[in-house]
């Protein structure tokens, strides 16, 4: 507990089926994270779930919000729009991807059921324009990139693309200062 500041916990439906169609896998991945967020709740660790918003799921908002509510650890709810990057996404985007307007509309609406009920959740919505050129993946190999994107404020669909830019490995410690320089650039 003393060592966490806030535990990220991945939560992108209110049934393993809603997820599945975005995370592929784990048949009953919706209880193997309502089970952590159970155990992170009783050791009281600060809790953010964070939700991929996409076109398989964009209708089930307000039952995450239900349950994620039941948990006085949430601290904050982060939800991204998909972004048509990277292999997977590049590939997925005619399934998955919502428009800016979908996206700013479901927030919206979000925003108010949360006001409704005085929920203490800080809810952070992610637009795919506002992470462009502002986001750093660390993949399971340590492979720490970037999707390469236009220098344009707008999300364009040169974009999307499976492109990416290696800025380095976390595993490796002599990749770690370019790492380092390029996430505080981006603070800049």
Known sequence: KDKVDLLGI????SSSEIIQRFR???KNIFEEQTRILELANEKQIPICINTVLHSGNIGDLKNIFKIIQRYAGVAHWQIFQFMPIGQFGFNQRKTYAISQEL???QMEKLKEEMSKVKSPIVLQPKS????????LIVDSDGSAWIPKSSNGSSWN???EN???????N???RADIPNI????SKVEQ
């Not at 795919?128 to 986001?135: D, E, F, L, P, V």
């Not at 499976?162 to 380095?168: F, M, W």
């Not at 380092?180 to 996430?183: D, E, P, V, Y």
């Open 10 to 13: 991945p939560l992108d439906g």
């Open 24 to 26: 592929k896998g784990r």
């Open 103 to 105: 996206f700013d509309e």
């Open 128 to 135: 795919a324009i506002s992470r462009k050129n502002n986001y």
């Open 157 to 159: 669909t040169e974009d």
């Open 162 to 168: 499976n492109e990416r830019i290696i800025v380095g």
């Open 170 to 172: 976390i595993q490796n």
């Open 180 to 183: 380092i320089k390029w996430i």
